[in-house]
């Protein structure tokens, strides 16, 4: 059963910057679409981007295009949000997420079976 741990989340100015990192174990990230989301309390799950399994597509919301990269490295086991010019609207938690993907993918949480627990990313001066 494949397991996902993110890390890296914590407080940031804005403007500043933060890397989160999805570690995977109990199965590999070959051939699964990432997807990383977030969400504030009383909101629902948003989609901030998703990298396809093999060509390392990227698809973004347009509220984090130019602000946020998203890359993985199979061979590590891991995937990675690289986010810039944080704001305060930025708050949230983040999530990883994977799905087993064969010709394609949606980016949205309920397109995704595995997990991650989750990490806050707080934006205030």
């Known amino acids: 059963q494949l397991q996902l741990v993110e890390s890296g989340g914590g407080s940031v100015q804005p403007g500043g910057s933060l890397r989160l990192s999805c570690a995977a174990s109990g199965a590999t990230l070959d051939g699964q679409a990432i997807g990383w989301f977030r969400q504030v309390p009383g909101n629902e799950r948003e989609e901030v981007g998703c990298i396809s399994p093999s060509d390392g597509h990227t698809y973004y919301k347009d509220f984090v295009k130019g602000r946020f990269n998203i890359s993985r490295d199979n061979a590590k086991g891991a995937a990675y949000l690289e986010m810039n010019n944080l704001q305060p609207s930025d708050t949230a938690v983040y999530f990883c997420?994977?799905?087993?993907?064969?010709?394609?993918?949606?980016?949205?949480?309920?397109?995704?079976?595995?997990w991650g627990q989750g990490t806050q990313i707080t934006v205030s001066s």
């Open positions: 997420a994977a799905e087993p993907s064969v010709g394609g993918y949606v980016c949205i949480p309920g397109a995704f079976r595995f």
